[in-house]
Structure formats: C-alpha cells, structure tokens
C-alpha cells in the first residue's frame, strides 16, 4: 500500500513557473512508473508525465512536453513535476499517481491504482 502526498500548488501568473511535490509513503519499492494528471474544470483527467521509478525514463504528454519536467528523488520517495512557462489553460488540480508493480503502460491513466489528493494550481493572464 502506498500513500501520496502533493504539495506546491498555488496561484501564478502567465509565464511563471512552479515546481510541484509529491512524497510517497509505504511500499513504495512495489511501484512500476509514477505519474502527474491533471484535471481542469468539467474537463477529463488528463496524463501528463510519467516516469518508470526503477530506472528513471520519462515519458511525456506532448501538450507539455519542453515545460514540464518530472523528476524523482528515490532515497526521499519524492517525485517532482517543474512546469515553466504556466499558461491560463495550465489551471487545474494535478494529481500524482503510481502503478502497481507490474510493468504497464506509463502513458495510460488506467495503468494507475493509487492518486493523491491533489494540489490545485491556477494561472492568471
């Protein structure tokens, strides 16, 4: 079992960047791949990075790809997602998330079973 815990979410301006946490707890060496979503207002949850915690590849959404960065710190359980350039269509609550131990598509949003509780970002023009 795994707990996730995000933290950094706030409001921006247009242009800024910000840098979201996220710290697992619990039997965080039965993860496959961890990931960000995010979820705009009476929008879908949408994937938009991953990366496979064993051996650190990453995988992106391409609305995304070139300003965010996910990284993770394996010693302190910690996954990070830096988001530059913020737009007002960044706005959302984001959300990490892992896998089980089984190799899965890190891409897909069905691939994972246990979500933090979200940190709400917002982008001002």
């Known amino acids: 079992q795994v707990q996730l815990v995000e933290s950094g979410g706030r409001m921006v301006q247009t242009g800024q960047s910000l840098k979201l946490s996220c710290v697992a707890s619990g039997r965080t060496d039965r993860v496959y791949s961890m990931g960000w979503f995010r979820q705009g207002s009476g929008q879908d949850r949408e994937f938009l990075a991953g990366?496979?915690?064993?051996?650190?590849?990453?995988y992106y959404n391409d609305a995304v790809r070139g300003r965010f960065i996910i990284s993770r710190d394996n010693a302190k359980n910690t996954l990070t997602l830096q988001m530059n350039n913020l737009k007002p269509e960044d706005t959302a609550v984001y959300y990490c998330?892992?896998?089980?131990?089984?190799?899965?598509?890190?891409?897909?949003?069905?691939?994972?079973?246990?979500w933090g509780q979200g940190t709400r970002v917002a982008v001002s023009s």
């Open positions: 998330a892992t896998s089980g131990p089984e190799q899965v598509p890190v891409t897909d949003i069905g691939s994972y079973i246990t």
């Open positions: 990366i496979i915690w064993s051996e650190g590849l990453t």
